[in-house]
């Protein structure tokens, strides 16, 4: 009877451990998978650097506007 | 104008005319209760009531237990275990209290345990029974393995996949760490079976998820296979979890060269918002289909993390990461310290319980460094075997440690990120592992 309960255990240790390392492997698999389609078919939008230093630009010729408009106030 | 006031103070009248009528009707009530009080108080003479008083003191009761009183479970108490035996836990309890504030050992947790303990080891107060708050605590939230699930929510919001994502094979150490756990199992059970204590494979099982590394889900075990240990395996599993900073550097380095020590890892790959977004789904269908018994951990863990990274529930987010886990985390802890009362805590087993705790914790950093070194046979990416030892779970103490320790070989090398990796499948691993205990005893 006693021997049993070893015996129990490395059978519970057999399972467990063949399950976590099963699922693990699926998981890094699935992994695999699910980046290579993501990155084929849904790519994230590649960020440009052209509106924002077209924004810049169009910040600065605000800027210019504005302190054009204050000096002319003043003046006036 | 005047209309205002008018109204105003017709309002004024009705009110005090109402509060007039509800204090009469106190008046009466407090009258009925106090004449049924009289009819069953029996008047006793000065010196007998102060007799009686002093019987009822703690001091008294710690002296001569009384015969009559209960454990929380409703069993006879042996004398030790009503007398000095709580005198012994209360100091136990201040160890604790020392650990958690002075060594900085998971405060967040010890102190309310510690606490708990300490208020489950008061005589005649019976505050861990049945009616106590501690037991009423017990039964709302641990019982039914409620608090350690919201606290995996928490966890879940708190949890970045994007290290494991980038390298997903790392996710292999943490399966290897895993080993600890049924390690650990089969030496409860040698322990048993050598005639030292006597626990039955559900208690076994349940004391070597200790060796997962992760408080929630020692808990979660627990509570389902063996409650009558709860207390000494969350002690065991909390206090393990903070020396993790002392246990494990000594076996990494015996396990790994020096050369091995400095090997560095190739920096980690952007990983897109969508690949976070799916990821929590993915590894969730996988547990459908492969382990459903693991469902509820893994489950409640996926659902914080998908709040979190589908960034439009910013507020829930918060909650679950901040309030909820904060408040569970109190009821957890108080709900595990009434685990600590003396007839409980101050067994022979708890004492087994420590020593398999610890030999789990090696085995599993032991096993982490091991597979690592047998990935590193196979072609591909160099692993630093360090990163080994974060697949026992231990968030993100584990991580951190086997960035120190690479860095006092190369200052340059950091180590933390890629560590990351291993630490959060450790989580998932435990959980599977988990799974299966339970699947086996239902």
């Given at each position: 009877?006693?021997?049993?309960?070893?015996?129990?255990?490395?059978?519970?240790?057999?399972?467990?451990?063949?399950?976590?390392?099963?699922?693990?492997?699926?998981?890094?698999?699935?992994?695999?998978?699910?980046?290579?389609?993501?990155?084929?078919?849904?790519?994230?939008?590649?960020?440009?650097?052209?509106?924002?230093?077209?924004?810049?630009?169009?910040?600065?010729?605000?800027?210019?506007?504005?302190?054009a408009?204050?000096?002319?106030?003043?003046?006036? | 104008?005047?209309?205002?006031?008018?109204?105003?103070?017709?309002?004024?009248?009705?009110?005090?005319?109402?509060?007039?009528?509800?204090?009469?009707?106190?008046?009466?009530?407090?009258?009925?209760?106090?004449?049924?009080?009289?009819?069953?108080?029996q008047?006793?003479?000065?010196?007998q009531?102060?007799?009686?008083f002093?019987?009822?003191?703690?001091i008294?009761?710690?002296?001569?237990?009384?015969?009559?009183?209960?454990?929380?479970?409703?069993?006879?108490?042996?004398?030790?275990?009503?007398?000095?035996?709580?005198?012994?836990?209360?100091?136990?309890t201040?160890?604790?209290?020392w650990?958690?504030?002075?060594?900085?050992?998971?405060?967040?947790?010890?102190?309310?345990?510690?606490?708990?303990?300490?208020?489950?080891?008061?005589?005649?107060?019976?505050?861990?029974?049945?009616n106590?708050?501690?037991?009423?605590?017990?039964?709302?939230?641990?019982?039914?393995?409620l608090f350690?699930?919201?606290?995996?929510?928490?966890?879940?919001?708190?949890?970045?996949?994007?290290?494991?994502?980038?390298?997903?094979?790392?996710?292999?150490?943490?399966?290897?760490?895993?080993?600890?756990?049924?390690?650990?199992?089969v030496?409860?059970?040698?322990?048993?079976?050598?005639?030292?204590?006597?626990?039955?494979?559900?208690?076994?099982?349940?004391?070597?998820?200790?060796?997962?590394?992760?408080?929630?889900?020692?808990?979660f075990?627990a509570?389902?296979?063996?409650?009558?240990?709860?207390g000494?395996?969350?002690?065991?599993?909390?206090?393990?979890?903070?020396?993790v900073?002392?246990i494990?550097?000594?076996?990494?380095?015996?396990?790994?060269?020096?050369?091995?020590?400095?090997?560095?890892?190739?920096?980690?790959?952007?990983?897109?918002?969508?690949?976070?977004?799916?990821?929590?789904?993915?590894?969730?269908?996988?547990?459908?289909?492969?382990?459903?018994?693991?469902?509820?951990?893994?489950?409640?863990f996926?659902?914080?993390?998908?709040?979190?990274?589908?960034?439009?529930?910013?507020?829930?987010?918060?909650?679950?990461?901040?309030?909820?886990?904060?408040?569970?985390?109190?009821?957890?802890?108080?709900?595990?310290g009434?685990?600590?009362?003396?007839?409980?805590?101050?067994?022979?087993?708890?004492?087994?319980?420590m020593?398999?705790?610890?030999?789990?914790?090696?085995?599993?950093?032991?096993?982490?460094?091991?597979?690592?070194?047998?990935?590193?046979m196979?072609?591909?990416?160099?692993?630093?075997?360090?990163i080994?030892?974060?697949?026992?779970?231990?968030?993100?103490?584990?991580?951190?440690?086997?960035?120190?320790?690479?860095?006092?070989?190369?200052?340059?090398?950091?180590?933390?990120m890629?560590?990351m990796?291993?630490?959060?499948?450790?989580?998932i691993?435990?959980?599977?592992?988990?799974?299966?205990?339970?699947?086996?005893?239902?």
């Open positions: 009877m006693e021997t049993n309960l070893i015996l129990e255990g490395f059978k519970f240790m057999g399972l467990g451990m063949t399950t976590v390392f099963v699922f693990l492997l699926i998981m890094i698999l699935c992994m695999n998978v699910m980046s290579y389609v993501i990155h084929r078919f849904f790519p994230e939008p590649q960020v440009n650097e052209d509106p924002k230093l077209k924004t810049q630009q169009n910040n600065k010729k605000i800027v210019a506007a504005i302190s408009a204050i000096s002319y106030h003043r003046q006036g | 104008m005047k209309n205002i006031l008018i109204k105003f103070l017709t309002l004024f009248v009705l009110f005090t005319s109402a509060s007039l009528f509800a204090n009469e009707h106190v008046v009466t009530v407090e009258h009925k209760v106090s004449t049924h009080k009289e009819e069953t108080y008047t006793k003479p000065f010196m009531m102060i007799d009686g002093l019987e009822s003191t703690g008294v009761a710690l002296i001569h237990p009384d015969p009559n009183e209960l454990n929380a479970k409703g069993e006879k108490m042996s004398d030790f275990h009503k007398g000095i035996g709580r005198v012994i836990m209360v100091l136990v201040f160890l604790l209290f650990l958690a504030i002075a060594k900085g050992f998971e405060p967040l947790l010890l102190l309310p345990i510690a606490f708990g303990g300490f208020l489950a080891n008061i005589p005649v107060a019976g505050i861990a029974g049945e106590g708050f501690l037991g009423v605590i017990y039964q709302m939230g641990l019982s039914n393995e350690p699930i919201i606290i995996f929510m928490g966890v879940g919001a708190m949890t970045d996949f994007g290290p494991l994502l980038s390298n997903p094979k790392t996710a292999l150490l943490g399966g290897a760490a895993q080993f600890g756990i049924f390690g650990t199992l030496g409860a059970v040698a322990l048993s079976q050598a005639g030292f204590v006597d626990f039955t494979l559900q208690q076994a099982s349940a004391i070597s998820i200790i060796g997962g590394a992760d408080g929630p889900t020692s808990i075990i509570t389902k296979l063996a409650p009558e240990l709860l000494a395996i969350a002690v065991a599993s909390y206090s393990y979890m903070a020396m900073p002392i494990q550097p000594p076996i990494m380095k015996l396990l790994t060269t020096d050369a091995e020590r400095r090997i560095k890892m190739s920096t980690l790959r952007h990983v897109s918002r969508l690949e976070k977004l799916v990821f929590p789904i993915l590894v969730l269908s996988l547990a459908i289909l492969v382990l459903p018994e693991s469902t509820p951990l893994i489950g409640a996926m659902f914080g993390n998908f709040l979190k990274e589908s960034g439009v529930v910013e507020r829930l987010n918060d909650t679950l990461q901040n309030a909820l886990i904060n408040i569970t985390t109190i009821f957890l802890g108080l709900g595990v009434s685990k600590l009362a003396a007839d409980q805590f101050l067994v022979p087993d708890t004492m087994f319980i020593i398999l705790g610890i030999i789990a914790f090696s085995v599993g950093t032991a096993t982490g460094v091991l597979m690592a070194k047998l990935m590193n196979f072609p591909g990416h160099k692993i630093n075997p360090l080994g030892s974060a697949g026992v779970s231990a968030v993100p103490m584990a991580a951190r440690v086997s960035n120190k320790v690479g860095m006092e070989y190369d200052r340059t090398n950091m180590l933390l890629h560590a990796g291993p630490n959060v499948a450790g989580v691993g435990s959980a599977v592992a988990a799974g299966v205990l339970i699947s086996i005893f239902k």
